[in-house]
């Protein structure tokens, strides 16, 4: 257990930190050593902490699920102390992204809103989608999400239009909603649509919608599992990583 990567986890009392800590209890390279969490309910056998300057434990990593209003916090204690931290809360503030890459400077920070391999390798496919098709075809995204997220659209959503966006020729607006404008739809647009209900996971699904044909990608995920494994390779990952912003890519292409 002793080269195993210390992980100090935000939003430990949620779904994904749960996950997280059930799956961290059966892997020797990791151990969670505290926890953060307004709910300081203490059930995996580590302290849990209501609010950063409480932490009086040594860890290697701090692991963000938490909440966008928790983001501030954990940022300063990452950079105040020097520990990396992976940063997988959805939903956050334009200023708060800017603090992100400011934070990136002085301490190592993992952002990717979503963790798992497969939504990477779709952002990586539809890129390529919309490089060959091109105008011609209309981009409409829907994610699909249990009814307890509070964020919408989702940050993965929000992550392959803006990567779509980086690979588009022309001008482009995300449209969130078509019932408050009564017009025809134009190319500029990728339109964005969410669906929340039961407990489903996370659904991400790009359409190419062209004359008389419809290409769909489509990612699904089955279980929780897929994220928390994600950040916990994650948080290997950046554990002795000098200071930078760090995605998914950077640790998938090392
Ligand atoms: N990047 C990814 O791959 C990925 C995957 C799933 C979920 N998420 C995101 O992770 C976040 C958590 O998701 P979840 O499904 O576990 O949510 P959840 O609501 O089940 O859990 C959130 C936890 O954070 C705690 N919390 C809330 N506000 C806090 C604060 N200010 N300070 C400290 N703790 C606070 C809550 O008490 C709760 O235990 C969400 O933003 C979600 O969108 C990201």
Sequence with gaps: MNNATKILLSGC?????????RLASMDDSVEI?????????????????SEPGKVNVDCDVIVDFSNHAALEGVLELARSKKIPAVIATTGLLATQIEL?????KYVAIFHSANMSIGVNLLIDLVQRAARALGEDF????VEKHHNQKLDAPSGTALAIADALKEVRDCET???YERQSVRRKRTTSEIGIHSIRGGNIIGDHDVLFCGQNEVITVSHSAASRDVFATGALR???FIAKKPAGLYSMNDLINE
Aim: glycine share 12%; charged share 20%; aromatic share 10%.
């Design 138 to 141: 209309d981009i409409e995204i």
């Design 234 to 236: 994650a948080a290997k």
């Design 100 to 104: 992100m890459h400011e934070s990136a």
């Design 33 to 49: 050593v505290g926890g953060l969490d307004i709910n300081t309910a203490e059930e995996f056998g580590y302290p849990v902490f």
């Design 13 to 21: 009392n949620g779904k994904m930190g749960r996950a997280i800590s």
């Design 173 to 175: 607006q995300y449209v």
